[in-house]
């Protein structure tokens, strides 16, 4: 865990907090994997470099609204199929998987769950990800038949980002899947 996601980890547990209760907690977590503890002033340095992230209000300081999700609904469909929705709700930690299959002649096969992921686990990693950097939309030239279609929306406390795209990614699309497929259970993409 590096300081910026142990800071949010903090902020996240007690919601706002002062510079010195942070560092306390700090050099806390810091005593289990370090051996030095955290100088007070570098604390403040790191809160400070990292402005699109933290709020400071005085000695206050608060996860930016816009860094701070509250829903996200991912979107992912391509011929033949399935189409698949999961929808995180990072205020009550739950979420939901849909899976549509659409022209199926018989039985209809059954993604098998392996085992269901963490809602706060997931969230670590959506951090790392900067979906809020993502470019909107993500296309190759050309005609696309039977492409991939897939689109993100996070809905934050300040903002809503809307990601989609066809046929294209952004670079952090392999780890999304991966932290989608750990939570969910299912191998989606």
Same mark, same amino acid.
């Given at each position: 865990?590096?300081y910026y ?5 903090? /902020?996240?547990?007690?919601? $706002?907090? #002062?510079?010195? /209760? ?5 050099? %806390?977590?810091? #005593?289990?994997? +370090?051996?030095?503890? /955290? ?5 403040? =340095?790191?809160?400070?470099? @990292? ?12 996860? +930016? ?9 991912? *979107? &992912?469909?391509?011929? $033949?199929? $399935?189409?698949? @929705?999961?929808?995180?709700? !990072? ?5 939901? !998987? ?5 022209? &199926? %002649?018989?039985?209809? $096969? ?11 686990? !997931?969230? @670590?990693? &959506?951090? =790392? ?6 470019? *909107? ?6 005609i696309i ?18 990601r989609e795209? &066809?046929? =294209?990614?952004?670079?952090?699309? @392999? ?5 989608? =497929?750990? /939570? ?6």
């Open positions: 865990m590096n996601e142990a800071i949010i980890m903090i /902020l996240e547990k007690r919601g $706002p907090a #002062t510079i010195h /209760l942070i560092w306390e907690e700090m050099n %806390k977590l810091m #005593t289990i994997t +370090r051996d030095e503890d /955290l100088d007070i002033v570098h604390l403040e =340095s790191i809160i400070g470099l @990292k402005r699109e992230w933290f709020m400071l209000n005085g000695d206050l300081v608060s996860i +930016r609204p816009e860094r701070d999700p509250v829903k996200l609904t991912f *979107k &992912l469909s391509g011929y $033949p199929g $399935p189409e698949v @929705k999961v929808t995180v709700d !990072f205020i009550k930690g739950t979420f939901t !998987f849909f899976e549509w299959h659409f022209n &199926l %002649k018989g039985r209809v $096969p059954r993604s098998t769950v392996k085992q269901l992921g963490s809602v706060e686990e !997931f969230k @670590k990693d &959506l951090y =790392s990800l900067h979906i809020w950097d993502w470019e *909107k939309d993500y296309q190759i030239d050309g038949v039977d492409g991939t279609s897939w689109s993100v929306v996070l809905e934050t406390k300040g903002e809503t980002f809307v795209g &066809l046929d =294209s990614f952004p670079k952090e699309w @392999k780890r999304f899947c991966r932290s989608m =497929s750990q /939570l969910t259970g299912v191998h989606l993409c």
